[in-house]
């Protein structure tokens, strides 16, 4: 079973903060994607990142692939209360798509 | 809106019942996944239909069961229900098979509730 941990679980911050929130696996990954969810919604797509090493920008977000294709990082520059939101990575290996649990961020005004 | 449309938004049901779940794709989408959503599971992938066939299957119980039918709606049937079954179930949809390679389209979610 590939598990995907993301760290850290919580994290509360004041507005204009940076943050970096992680997502780590034993395991290869094809590509991995990252979605915010918002209270009462579905998970809604950021970015797929696919190639070992590519960073990808969205704004004030900067979302990394590790080299290994096992890892992934997203940093958030001067977060905003409208950033507030769970934040979910998923890896695709063999045609599956494996979420982890998420990072809960709740950005203060 | 996203396109996937999840009905119902709520439903509260008691122990050993039975409920539907009911879920109409993105126009143009042929794949549809099923997810449980739990606090201490995360998102569960459940199953996976593409063009009414069964693509994928996960941690789907026996007691669970879905279909895709012609028009492409889906439906994930619940029986025999569990107090552990209280959850947030996610439709989604896809135009292709594989999950990973295309982008996945969620509804807003069926919240249920066994009392």
């Known amino acids: 079973t590939q598990l995907l941990e993301q760290s850290p679980q919580f994290l509360s911050i004041q507005e204009g903060e940076n943050l970096t929130v992680y997502c780590n696996s034993s395991?290869?990954?094809?590509?991995l994607q990252w979605y915010r969810q918002e209270p009462g919604e579905g998970p809604v797509l950021l970015v797929t990142?696919?190639?070992?090493?590519e960073v990808k920008k969205l704004k004030r977000l900067t979302f990394q692939f590790g080299d290994a294709r096992k890892d992934s990082s997203l940093h958030i520059t001067a977060a905003q209360p409208g950033d507030t939101g769970l934040y979910l990575c998923?890896?695709?290996?063999?045609?599956?798509?494996?979420f982890g649990k998420g990072t809960l961020l709740t950005v203060n005004p | 809106d996203s396109g996937v449309t999840q009905t119902p938004k709520h439903l509260i049901t008691a122990t050993g019942q039975r409920v539907t779940l009911r879920c109409s794709p993105r126009?143009?989408?042929?794949?549809v996944y099923w997810y449980q959503q739990s606090l201490d599971q995360g998102l569960q992938f459940l199953i996976q239909?593409?063009?009414?066939?069964?693509?994928a299957k996960g941690n789907i119980l026996e007691r669970f069961s879905a279909q895709q039918f012609p028009d492409l709606h889906s439906e994930l049937n619940l029986s025999s229900l569990e107090l552990g079954d209280s959850a947030l179930y996610f439709c989604?949809?896809?135009?292709?098979?594989?999950?990973?390679?295309?982008?996945?389209?969620f509804g807003a979610g069926s919240r249920l509730t066994v009392l």
């Open positions: 395991s290869v990954f094809s590509s």
């Open positions: 239909y593409y063009n009414g066939e069964e693509r």
């Open positions: 126009s143009g989408d042929l794949s």
């Open positions: 990142v696919v190639t070992g090493g």
């Open positions: 989604a949809s896809s135009a292709g098979t594989a999950s990973g390679a295309n982008v996945l389209t």
């Open positions: 998923a890896g695709s290996s063999n045609y599956k798509l494996t």
